[in-house]
């Protein structure tokens, strides 16, 4: 009858999204999948055997007149577990929302320059790209040949090294040097892991504010262990400017999408994905129906992609152009080679509708292109690049490119199977996911060129202020900022997926689930990786 109807329904949807369907990656905030949901047969076989089983076992149940009986009770067990689940989870959304009540002190973009470049004094950019992936550029080079005439001057470093393959455990060295790789902070073991994240994050900025320079912070990752930064890190230090730009400049073409679709399509996605992660695995992908959840009017745009590709976009209205002689300083992270999504070629552009019937890349033949993911890392890289290339001629066209030193970097890769030659059998590894970004442009610079020294994302506070600063010190631990002999040692670096900031944010890293690594000279030869205890 209906009540042996709706226990089965209630049985089975609630042993689906428990049991099945657990690990499907990374949710956008317009609740589509990264890469679109896929299960084994063996998977897929004991899902439905399991509700197979679910259903007999309670019809045999159903049949016994005393258990029918208290098929109700039952039932108001359930809704009273679910009324009490309900309001537990109604107070953690309070307390996070208490805790980021220090987003509603933040003051809104105005429509103004954020930070100026000068003319006549010395102006230096660390651009952080979360997750970018260094493996392309050579090919981003080749498929864009514009790119070359736009990155003149820069340098890149293909054989670097981050020491983690997530953003908590590899930005803090990227921000602060060689005090924050992940053994030099366990180090530290009395203090907070926020804490010395922290202190990372103000490294460079103090240290240049403390040279005379004008300082700007834009976006500082995980600023006090907040995935929205928390700026009032910085309040302490008169002239230091800080700002968040993700969420809150708009690209004005991107708005007309985001607008037209983006909410509405979501009141009604909500519902779906809630059926998506209930039904049985071998209807769950048509219930999806690779993210539109039958619908022909859910766009093509991901709005955290579209969030962080506007930053970029909007580079050149961001940059005011001076001619006095006051040195300037730029810190600033990006999201948007974090946020893989699919783009309209050729241009590599954020479009309602994408279609690229027809279109085959150019280096196929050298990359890895078979998947979604895949593919979709690759657009977003390319786009970054190419946005970024835009904001480099608007630098040469206003006379303050050659007087910039500008650093691009990642915190990390991902591993995505994409180069054969990165792909290790000890340790048992993809190198792609801590192989970082990381390129250079000098003063004065002019050719391009690739230098394969072994570098690691820890190298970019030395780079930054190699020739401007004397003898740079870190202003918090006291040790030199450029350390040869601490560079040239065999680096450690932990193999862990234990990566949120919400667990793991004691004293010390939990990096319990993986292997830790030394490794020297060439990142990309087994030999020169070791297992350590």
């Known amino acids: 009858g209906v009540y042996y109807t709706l226990l089965v329904i209630s049985v089975v949807s609630l042993v689906d999204y428990m049991c099945f369907g657990r690990n499907l990656g990374t949710l956008s905030s317009s609740l589509t999948f990264a890469e679109d949901p896929s299960f084994s047969h063996k998977e897929v076989f004991l899902n439905t055997a399991c509700a197979v089983a679910c259903s007999v076992f309670l019809f045999l149940a159903y049949k016994q007149k005393r258990i029918k009986k208290n098929i109700p009770f039952a039932y108001m067990i359930l809704i009273f577990c679910t009324c009490v689940l309900s309001a537990i989870n109604i107070y953690h959304i309070q307390q996070k929302l208490s805790d980021m009540a220090y987003i509603k002190d933040t003051k809104e973009y105005d429509g103004q320059a954020l930070f100026s470049l000068s003319r006549k004094g010395k102006n230096v950019i660390v651009l952080m790209l979360d997750r970018a992936i260094s493996g392309y550029v050579p090919y981003l080079f080749e498929e864009k040949p514009e790119l070359r005439e736009q990155f003149t001057g820069f340098s890149y470093y293909p054989n670097a090294l981050s020491y983690g393959f997530y953003t908590s455990l590899a930005s803090p060295a990227l921000y602060g040097g060689y005090d924050y790789t992940v053994t030099e902070m366990d180090r530290r073991s009395e203090e907070k892991l926020v804490d010395k ?21 834009c976006d500082p990752t995980y600023a006090n262990y907040h995935l929205i930064p928390d700026l009032s890190i910085y309040d302490e230090y008169e002239g230091i400017h800080a700002c968040i730009t993700m969420g809150s400049i708009k690209d004005p073409a991107l708005q007309q999408y985001m607008r037209a679709s983006g909410l509405r399509n979501n009141e009604r996605n909500f519902f779906c994905y809630a059926v998506f992660k209930v039904m049985p695995l071998c209807f769950s992908r048509a219930v999806y129906d690779g993210g539109k959840y039958f619908t022909s009017k859910q766009s093509d745009i991901d709005e955290d992609f579209a969030q962080s590709y506007s930053v970029l976009s909007q580079l050149p209205e961001l940059t005011a152009i001076s001619d006095d002689d006051r040195d300037t300083f ?53 786009a970054a690049f190419l946005q970024l290339g ?25 591993g995505l199977g994409q180069f054969d030659y990165m792909l290790m059998a000890e340790p048992p590894i993809d190198v792609q996911w801590c192989n970082p970004l990381l390129m ?30 004397a003898n740079p010190l870190n202003p918090f631990t006291g040790n030199p900022i450029i350390d040869e002999k601490r560079k040239m040692q065999p680096q450690i670096i932990s193999l862990s997926h234990n990566f949120g900031i919400e667990r793991n944010n004691g004293y010390t890293f939990d990096t319990s689930d993986g292997h830790w690594y030394s490794v020297h000279d060439d990142i990309f030869r087994e030999e020169n990786w070791k297992q350590l205890d």
């Open 390 to 414: 835009k904001w480099f001629a608007f630098m040469k066209e206003n006379g303050v490119y050659d007087n910039t030193r500008i650093i691009l970097v990642s915190d990390h890769g991902r």
């Open 440 to 469: 250079m442009k000098d003063f004065y610079a002019e050719t391009f060129s690739t230098i394969d020294d072994f570098m690691t994302n820890a190298d970019v506070p030395s780079l930054a202020v190699k020739d401007i600063i």
């Open 330 to 382: 730029l810190m600033m992270s990006n999201d948007i080679t974090h946020e893989p999504c699919l783009l309209q070629l050729p241009a590599y552009e954020p479009v309602e509708t994408v279609n690229n019937e027809g279109y085959e890349s150019p280096v196929e033949k050298y990359i890895h292109l078979d998947t979604k993911l895949q593919i979709s890392h690759y657009h977003v890289n390319m």
């Open 197 to 217: 994240h922290n202190e990372a994050l103000k490294v460079m900025p103090l240290m240049f504010l403390n040279e005379g320079f004008s300082v700007t912070v």
